[in-house]
Each structure stands twice: as C-alpha cells, then as structure tokens.
C-alpha cells in the first residue's frame, strides 16, 4: 500500500527547495521581447532556467505537485516567480497574449507557439518582411541586426537561408547612395567568398565614408554661404551702381549748407573796392 502511493506521488526531487532571488531580471535578461527576438529571448532566458533547475516548470518533464502534497506551496511561489519573470521580460504588445494566464507552463507555451511556428504561411511570411525589410534611416548596424533577426526565425522555423542569398537581401535594401558599391561587392561574389562579417564590416565603413563626404560638402556649402553674405555686406566701392538716390542725398545736403545773401556778397565787393 505504501509502495503504491509512494508511487503515485509526484516527484518532487529536482525542485528547487530554496527561494528564488534574482535582484533584477534585467541584468540577465536585458531585452524586451517582441515579434521579431524570439530565439535571442530564448537563448538568454534558457540558462537562467537551467541554471535554477527550473526546466521543469516549462517543459512538462515534471508535472506540478496535488494541491494536498506539502511541496505544493514550494512549487507554486516558484512557478509563479518565473511566470513573473516571463511577463517582465515582454514588451507591451506580447504581454497581450498573457492575459488570463496562470502558470509559467503556459505563457511559455504560448510564446513558443505563436512565435517558433514552422507553418509555412509563417515562414512565408518571415521571407516577405525580410524581402520588403530596406535600410532607409537605420543605421547600418541596426539594419543588420534586423536582418539577421529575421533569418535567425527562419532557422528556427527550419527553413534557413543562405548567406549568399541573405547578402542579396541586404544589398538590395540598401538606398540608391550604396549601389556603386552593391555592384563591386556583387561583382566580387564571382570571384572572391565575401562571408556576412566581412560584408558587415565594409558597409560600416561605406557608411562612415559617405557620412564624412556629406559633412565636408557641407561645411563647403556654408563657407561659400558666408562668403557670399559678407561680400553683400561689404561691396567694393568700384562696384557701386549709379542710382537716383545718390542725386536725392546730394541735393538735400546741399540745400542744407547756408549760402550768402546778394546784399552781403555786394557789402563785400564794396568794402574791397
């Protein structure tokens, strides 16, 4: 009788029995995830739950002690701390798929499903954002990232894609300022291997190049500017146009300075004669 119930109860062994204490989520986890940053969520998120024997809450190897059994309230105070960690972990538009959700189990379940499908309208879907994904203002870093972002999901879908053709993505998002330098690096894949670093690393470079240009364009477009105002400001006197005010302002000074009356002028003959 004993053995049968010993039997029949849930296996408690690998549950944590000290209180889990993490100061802040956020210095393990220090991303929100999103549509986008599933697997990297995941790959930074799995650790902790191994490394606090709590794979179990999540994957089903252990199944949640009866409500009667004294491990119980063990259980229950971790389960619902990773849930806790879980929801603060999300942004704001995922933490919508975890109203009504009561255990960890579930709300990881939730995500895995919404967000590693491998049906192929998903990972049609996924081709598509990476297709119409362009540069436009992203910096050339965070282009990437997205980029890479989007083919790391098709890799866990099961549908990777190339490097070679993942280069063609990038360059063709890039804007009309790139394409001389698309064309030599499309014109280099037939000769040489350019791996995705390498190709990173050059469009940095490009873009550092291009900003430095379009800065010193700039400073001579307001040297030219400046030059211009003071010349305006100051014209050369051999440049001075003739205008009908220069005769107004004469005569006004001129009318202006007193003449001598006739009686004065013949006072004066008649004292010199």
């Not at 296996?11 to 000290?18: A, E, K, Q, Y």
Request: charged share 15%.
């Amino acid at each position: 009788m004993s053995a049968s119930t010993s039997t029949s109860q849930t296996d408690t062994s690998s549950f944590p029995t000290s209180s889990l204490v993490i100061p802040n989520i956020f210095n393990l986890v220090p991303i929100r995830h999103d549509n986008t940053n599933y697997l990297l969520w995941k790959s930074l998120f799995e650790p902790i739950l191994r490394g606090h024997r709590l794979m179990s809450f999540i994957d089903g190897s252990k199944s949640a002690p009866s409500t009667s059994d004294p491990m119980f309230e063990t259980w229950y105070e971790h389960d619902q701390m990773l849930l806790s960690w879980i929801q603060a972990t999300l942004s704001t538009l995922t933490l919508l798929y975890m109203v009504g959700i009561k255990s960890s189990k579930e709300a990881w379940d939730i995500l895995e499903c919404r967000y590693a499908s491998s049906t192929p309208m998903h990972i049609t879907s996924l081709r598509k954002q990476l297709h119409r994904l362009k540069k436009g203002s992203l910096t050339m870093h965070d282009y990437f990232q997205q980029v890479k972002s989007i083919s790391d999901q098709l890799a866990g879908c099961g549908a990777p894609i190339s490097d070679d053709e993942l280069q063609i993505y990038i360059l063709d998002g890039l804007p009309s300022l790139y394409h001389p330098f698309a064309s030599i690096i499309h014109g280099c894949a037939r000769i040489i291997t350019v791996t995705l670093e390498e190709l990173h690393d050059l469009l940095i470079c490009e873009e550092m190049s291009l900003v430095e240009d379009a800065s010193t364009k700039n400073s001579h477009a307001l040297v030219a500017a400046k030059t211009r105002q003071q010349h305006s400001h100051h014209p050369n006197s051999s440049n001075r146009q003739y205008t009908p005010q220069h005769d107004s302002k004469w005569q006004q000074q001129n009318a202006a300075t007193p003449r001598p009356s006739q009686s004065n002028q013949g006072r004066h003959q008649s004292n010199s004669s």
